[in-house]
Structure formats: C-alpha cells, structure tokens
C-alpha cells in the first residue's frame, strides 16, 4: 500500500502543552484519502478527522516538506493524450480545460504533488496503457 505520513507537533490550545498530530495519506480502493489525527500528551485533548479526495493544504504542505514532491511524467513516444484526458479528468476530477493543462504538464516538465496524489494517478493512467515515470526529489 501507498502511504505517507508525518509526524507535526504544536502547541495545545487546551493547555499549551505539546500536541503532536499524525498526518497522512493513502490509496484506499482507489482514491486518495487524507487523515489527520491529534493527541495531546498533557491532557485528553484529541481529535481524528479524515476525508477523501483533494487534502487539506495543511496535510499537503506537512507531507511535502517532510518527504519532497513528486513528478509525474509521461514516458515513450508522444501517443494520444485522449487517454491522460480521460484518466485525469476521472481520477482527480479536472475540467476538460484543467485536465489539458495537466496533460501539458505531464508531458513536459511533469506534474508535481505527494507521492500518494502521484502514485493514484500513475496507476490510473497505467490502466489506459499510458506509461509514465515517477520521480520523488528530496526538496
Ligand atoms: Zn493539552
């Protein structure tokens, strides 16, 4: 399974002492779930929240810094793009006009977010026989 988390810690808004939140995503029967969940370690202040689809920029934010972006690109010879239309539009919800931008983006210098976000869409496009290459920088 595709995961990533990291580990976030702040300050308690109940005691001021130290919050420590687990925030994460995941491929879950195939779309891209985010949690986040949260403890104090000096009093019983706690919470869990967690959804499907595009992630909280919070979330996001947490996993790119912790672990890097990732480029998504297409790979091989320049086929159809009906293909990646379809498998964007479909797997992360884009208008025709967004999912050509995308599909610009996959094409040249790649398409960037989690890996988690990358890995869903790689996977769907792989369905459609569009080969792509996955790359995760550090920064
Ligand atoms: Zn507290």
């Known amino acids: 399974m595709i ?3 990291v580990q976030v810690t702040s ?3 109940a005691c001021a002492g130290v919050l420590v939140r687990d925030v994460g995503q995941f491929i879950e029967r195939g779309e891209v779930r985010w949690g986040v969940e949260g403890r104090c370690q000096e009093c019983p202040a706690g919470w869990c929240e967690t959804g499907t689809g595009p992630a909280p920029q919070e979330v996001r934010q947490a996993l790119l810094a ?3 972006a ?3 690109r297409l ?3 320049r086929g159809s793009l009906v293909p990646v239309l379809r498998a964007l539009r479909e797997i992360n919800g884009l208008s025709l006009g967004e999912a050509r ?3 610009a983006d996959l094409s040249g210098e790649g398409l960037i977010g ?3 976000e990358m890995t869903l869409l790689a996977q769907g496009l792989e369905r459609r026989s569009v080969t792509t290459t996955l790359v995760t920088s550090p920064d």
Do not use: D, Y
């Open 66 to 68: 912790e672990h890097g």
């Open 70 to 72: 990732a480029r998504l």
């Open 11 to 13: 300050t308690c808004a």
């Open 114 to 116: 989690t890996l988690v």
């Open 101 to 103: 931008l995308a599909a």
């Open 3 to 5: 995961t990533q988390g």
């Open 75 to 77: 790979a091989g010879t």
